[in-house]
């Protein structure tokens, strides 16, 4: 199989990766729960994994980084923690339902007002738009880093500038980028950034979590176990206790410090990013310019703006005919319809016939891009 839906998850991790969840699921015991040996290594492990993640995205601080199953549990933890009865929230076309979803809720049941910045024809974010929008009094400002459809880049420290000028937060979804483009927090001036860890991280499944900056107030989305202050009517305060109910999936998280530890070793995520925005880019030109294909984001204006997505349709052929096709002549995974994107869909003019994206990992080679390229061309002269 040629994969090429590393968007969706990274399907071929590093052997490091099954490693380290092999070992853990033979060796920890439950963390924070007990003295014992079992009990006191699963606490190590999620505790290198904090600080691990805590030094790759820039956070200050490691025990701000707390542990999620994926970015959609962090991003509706993280939004309904800070997101009150009637506050304003401004987010953007681009963003995947991980946050759309979560403010219509809020939306629905708090009252809060809810905005959308909009996009050019290319899918690029308007921050013109977006500046217009975050008026005094703003709560939040949500934004991805990256599309999950067109893949294109969003200048967050621009995104951080306008909120805090306005006196609001700002919150990333950075499920796409984490692990394949450079993020400090501190830097960038992100008060909260949601990550997930089976995709660019190149973690197992069922891993991720939210970093918080200093000072920034989320209240427990959920409340249970802690194995600590049992006596406590409600979730401890500390931090990260305060937003790690129940058992933490250490045996992923062993898995996720070796998927951080081989992203360092290559590189970090800079080389990670220049490696799958190369074989993005081969794939591209193997497909521009093509009778009948049409490629969808910043790749014919700005390609500085793409990451590892090429995002195209052949013709009037329905995306899911597409990915089929390539399924079965070419044995090419891909992944087509709507993406959980449907205001970007929307934007873009494909809510009905879905786009084909075709996503690069590090892992993907030069040989299999050409392949798909040469796939789309023979699907379009058909």
Request: net charge negative; charged share 20%; hydrophobic share 45%.
């Amino acid at each position: 199989m040629i994969y090429l839906d590393n968007a969706a998850t990274t399907m071929r991790k590093p052997q490091e990766v099954a490693d380290a969840v092999m070992a853990a699921m033979g060796s920890l015991g439950n963390a924070g729960r007990g003295a014992s040996s079992g009990a006191l290594d699963a606490s190590r492990v999620v505790l290198h994994c904090r600080e691990e993640m805590a030094r790759l995205l820039g956070c200050p601080r490691a025990d701000h980084v707390c542990f999620f199953a994926n970015s959609t549990a962090a991003l509706n933890a993280a939004l309904s923690g800070l997101v009150g009865q009637g506050d304003r929230v401004v987010t953007t076309v681009l963003e995947h339902n991980s946050v759309l979803r979560p403010l219509a809720r809020l939306a629905d049941e708090r009252g809060a007002e809810v905005a959308y910045a909009g996009c050019d024809e290319h899918g690029l974010l308007d921050l013109a738009d977006l500046e217009r929008l975050v008026t005094p009094g703003t709560r939040l400002v949500a934004v991805t880093h990256a599309s999950n459809v067109t893949g294109n880049l969003v200048d967050m420290a621009s995104v951080a500038r306008i909120a805090h000028e306005a006196g609001a937060l700002c919150v990333v979804d950075a499920s796409q980028t984490a692990g394949a483009v450079p993020i400090d927090m501190s830097e960038m001036g992100l008060d909260v950034v949601c990550f997930t860890g089976h995709k660019g991280l190149m973690g197992p499944q069922g891993t991720g979590g939210m970093a918080v900056a200093e000072g920034v107030n989320v209240r427990p989305w959920a409340e249970g176990g802690s194995g600590v202050r049992s006596f406590d009517r409600r979730q401890p305060s500390e931090w990260p206790t305060r937003m790690e109910a129940g058992t933490l999936n250490a045996h992923g998280l062993a898995g996720l410090s070796a998927g951080v530890a081989y992203i360092e070793k290559v590189g970090g995520p800079a080389a990670v990013g220049a490696r799958e925005h190369a074989m993005a880019r081969r794939l591209y030109e193997g497909v521009r310019g093509v009778p009948g294909v049409r490629v969808y984001g910043a790749w014919g204006v700005d390609a500085a703006l793409c990451g590892g997505i090429v995002a195209l349709n052949v013709g009037d052929l329905d995306s899911g005919e597409v990915a089929d096709a390539l399924a079965q002549g070419w044995g090419i995974a891909c992944r087509a319809g709507a993406h959980c994107a449907p205001l970007m869909h929307r934007a873009l003019g494909t809510e009905r016939q879905g786009i084909v994206r075709l996503s690069c990992g590090w892992f993907t080679t030069e040989e299999e891009v050409d392949v798909a390229a040469a796939a789309v061309r023979e699907i379009a002269a058909s």
